[in-house]
């Protein structure tokens, strides 16, 4: 149990262009999932928090119009970056958690973003 | 807020060897520790966790030590594998619903066969 996909697992677009992630948890409903930024040989950045129902919560230093995150149902979650730049590139991944006491939180597989 | 510190930041042993890696954190509420393993491109996979309430747990070749009143933590692989080579990631959380992991910067295990 408690797998989670991710879709794309990689995408390249254009400058400018906006990319649209989706982590879905597939046998077990996610009231909350994370999306993380990882660089190359660098630990897990959390960006944001999804809570199903509401908006997200953002870590500092992450813009919120630039990184849309709707986690309408409890298995979907999305992470729009809009006008995207090189700068943006890079491995993004979902994580999800079950609701009540559970704690561990369960990976995606990623999404590699190349903005060119 | 929370802050995770990993040591080392790469590990190189023999295959046969053991192999610790140790994290410390900074907040006394965390009470969820756990332990990820990453193979190059691919998503961080749950090894081993800890809560407070315990000092420590053993799955197979893995265990975890915790020692709250020094605010660390320690994973332990014995007789080590070439596939145990990852980066591997400590984290911790206070544990409440819709709290988040706060990550160590990894450990980059090598394992020379």
């Known amino acids: 149990g408690a797998v989670v996909s991710q879709h794309p697992s990689r995408v390249i677009c254009k400058s400018g262009t906006s990319v649209k992630i989706e982590c879905r948890s597939l046998d077990f409903q996610a009231t909350t999932m994370f999306w993380y930024r990882q660089f190359p040989k660098k630990s897990l950045m959390l960006m944001a928090t999804?809570?199903?129902?509401?908006?997200?919560?953002?870590e500092q230093g992450v813009e919120k119009d630039k990184f849309l995150i709707n986690h309408a149902s409890l298995t979907l979650s999305t992470l729009t970056v809009t006008s995207a730049h090189p700068e943006d590139s890079s491995f993004y991944i979902c994580s999800a958690r079950s609701g009540g006491k559970g704690e561990t939180q369960y990976f995606g597989p990623g999404t590699r973003l190349l903005v060119l | 807020g929370e802050n995770v510190e990993q040591h080392p930041s790469t590990l190189s042993v023999q295959e046969g060897d053991s192999a610790v890696i140790k994290c410390t954190y900074s907040?006394?509420?965390?009470?969820?520790f756990p332990w990820y393993k990453q193979e190059l491109g691919k998503r961080p996979q749950l090894i081993i966790d800890i809560r407070s309430n315990v000092g420590e747990k053993k799955d197979q070749r893995i265990a975890v030590t915790l020692n709250k009143t020094a605010k660390h933590f320690s994973l332990h692989i014995t007789e080590t594998q070439p596939e145990d080579s990852a980066v591997y990631f400590c984290a911790a959380s206070k544990g409440n619903a819709g709290n988040m992991l706060t990550f160590g910067g990894g450990t980059r295990l090598m394992v020379k066969p």
């Open positions: 999804s809570n199903e129902g509401s908006k997200a919560t953002y």
């Open positions: 907040d006394s509420a965390s009470n969820y």
